[in-house]
DNA sequence: CGTGATTAGCGAAATGTTTCGCTAATTGTA
DNA sequence: TACAATTAGCGAAACATTTCGCTAATCACG
């Protein structure tokens, strides 16, 4: 079996995965728009980083309809979770409270948040 | 003035800080015992990647006395919180909190670091 | 159909990171 | 002092990522 996202993205794909979580799938041309509009990239570029994901299986294309529809291979979620492991895992040494604390003292959070961030510990605990 | 930490360390680069950060200041052949351990580096390459650190000022040195003695620039907290910020804004677009909760169901934290959390989700509140 | 515009793809240049060979300088010790 | 071992530094190779020029394929429409 073929596990797409075997690959970490880097810091190009990482901003085109986050403009296809924006938009959903869309054509080479919306998602160029976004990134010319971001840093100034030649469309060939954008095709090319494009392809490049393909083989790396982050994303991937429907060619049924011209032109061809791209779309996230990983979910926010699941790219997330595994860069937030590489970073406890690569700074905090394993230590994700450290790097929760940072996290929470730079965030600006709405009370539900807070609850919702209290009740993950309250399960945590009762366990 | 001269602002450390100005470059986002790359990832041997951050596996040197993670190093330094344990050993504390330390001769080359310190650290690179312990690069070398992990992934079979050699010498000479240990001593590139801390003039390469040097310039982009992520470590620093004394000369004073030799071996030259090498200590890492930035604290494991300050490149941490960058790395949490980048993390934030490049993939959960702001949202801190999924972040948190990522981490925090990733970890296996004890009731006291729970606790840590808790007061300062207080402090949040409260404020 | 034929023509201009858009879309797709490839190879290679440009850039950045990591590696190491080779040489010079310094140190410890016989 | 002389010699071997260790430490320091440089330049360039090896490798990965990002960029784009150029060309081919496809499409829209007069």
Do not use: C
């Not at 869309?26 to 990239?41: C, D, W």
Request: glycine share 4%; aromatic share 4%.
């Amino acid at each position: 079996m073929v596990t797409p996202g075997q690959f970490q993205p880097t810091e190009v794909e990482l901003q085109m995965l986050r403009i296809l979580w924006e938009l959903g799938p869309s054509p080479v041309r919306e998602i160029h728009l976004r990134l010319n509009a971001a840093k100034g990239t030649n469309y060939s570029t954008t095709v090319k980083m494009l392809s490049v994901m393909l083989e790396k299986q982050l994303v991937r294309r429907d060619e049924s309809d011209s032109p061809h529809v791209y779309r996230a291979a990983v979910t926010r979620d699941s790219a997330g979770k595994r860069l937030v492991k590489d970073l406890v895992d690569k700074v905090y040494d394993g230590a994700a409270m450290s790097l929760v604390m940072h996290a929470l003292k730079n965030s600006k959070a709405s009370p539900e948040e807070v609850a919702q961030v209290r009740l993950l510990l309250d399960q945590m605990e009762g366990k």
